[in-house]
């Protein structure tokens, strides 16, 4: 099982069908998972997925449409039934709090888990540690909509041939790594000696949307992007009209920003058939697209090789 995964919990947009439910998304990056947009039919999804309430550390609603946020009730009283342990964060539009509040006691139970609410007001951070920065960006719906992405610092590879030509093993290996020099009795060994440069991984959501500078800011060099394409291109006036983007223009965003995988979601039941998505982005990006499905995993892209951030393009 890769560390580095999402698990497709929904798909669907307004209304569920009967083979897509309404949204939702769990990343897993390590020991850290991060819930998105839980819609209704959420936490029999996670059961589906094998997927328990401990897996969660944080719970990042984009905004207060309803199926973006009617599993929030069953989500956060999960998390008391299976008494959860630890803090878990939720992120959302400040101006939905009392929407928050509300699902958060939709209705009574024993509430022992402590859910700790941290209402998103602007664009930046809004939470930090081992894992990274998870940061928000403004996006351009009809209510006051947020997409997250989550930003690795970056790093340092080590380089195993020139580790063993200066013979540098076991323990010395570690120090070099954190201290940034090993001091020797012939001489000082520096950190850019015998490693290069690892960019951080990047994953980016972005939900109900027109394009925007906040669609960019939050694809820009993604390992991983996962956009809603809820219209094809056919029907662009009402994406615009509604809020939404078109699959061709979610690939647009792909290809301009340097995003390696890109994973399509939350579709309009208007299209029964989900490879004209597929083929609507292939003819805009040529990275990998994977038109999401329910109950799937997407494992985030391997660390991008050698030690620079690939590119494909300026957007114009």
């Given at each position: 099982m890769s560390s580095r995964e999402l698990v497709v919990l929904g798909t669907a947009s307004q209304a569920p069908t009967r083979t897509r439910n309404q949204n939702g998304y769990l990343l897993r990056w390590d020991g850290l998972g991060v819930l998105f947009d839980p819609g209704e039919g959420t936490q029999r999804q996670m059961q589906h997925a094998g997927v328990s309430a401990h897996a969660i550390d944080h719970l990042c609603v984009t905004h207060f449409h309803g199926d973006h946020c009617l599993g929030v009730p069953g989500v956060v009283q999960r998390l008391s039934l299976d008494r959860v342990d630890k803090p878990v964060y939720a992120h959302y539009p400040a101006s939905g709090a009392e929407y928050f509040r509300r699902l958060r006691y939709a209705a009574a139970f024993h509430e022992v888990a402590t859910l700790v609410e941290q209402p998103v007001e602007r664009n930046g951070p809004v939470a930090t540690g081992p894992f990274g920065t998870l940061e928000a960006r403004r996006l351009d719906h009809r209510i006051d909509s947020f997409g997250y992405r989550l930003v690795e610092p970056d790093g340092r590879r080590?380089?195993?041939?020139?580790?063993?030509?200066?013979?540098?093993?076991?323990?010395?290996?570690?120090?070099?790594?954190?201290?940034?020099?090993?001091?020797?009795?012939?001489?000082?060994?520096?950190?850019?000696?015998?490693?290069?440069?690892r960019p951080g991984q990047r994953f980016a959501f972005v939900m109900d949307t027109r394009l925007c500078e906040g669609v960019y800011a939050l694809a820009e060099h993604a390992d991983m992007l996962v956009i809603e394409s809820t219209f094809l291109n056919q029907d662009a006036g009402l994406a615009a009209d509604y809020g939404h983007l078109t699959a061709a223009q979610a690939a647009r965003v792909a290809a301009e920003s340097g995003v390696r995988c890109l994973v399509?979601?939350?579709?309009?039941?208007?299209?029964?058939?989900?490879?004209?998505?597929?083929?609507?982005a292939a003819a805009v990006f040529d990275g990998p697209i994977v038109v999401a499905e329910d109950l799937t995993r997407v494992p985030v892209p391997p660390r991008r090789a050698g030690a620079g951030v690939g590119w494909r393009g300026a957007r114009g």
């Open positions: 080590m380089l195993p041939e020139a580790l063993a030509r200066l013979d540098i093993t076991g323990p010395d290996v570690g120090r070099l790594l954190h201290e940034g020099v090993l001091h020797r009795d012939d001489r000082s060994v520096a950190l850019a000696e015998v490693s290069e440069h399509l979601t939350h579709f309009s039941a208007r299209y029964p058939d989900p490879t004209r998505f597929h083929e609507e």
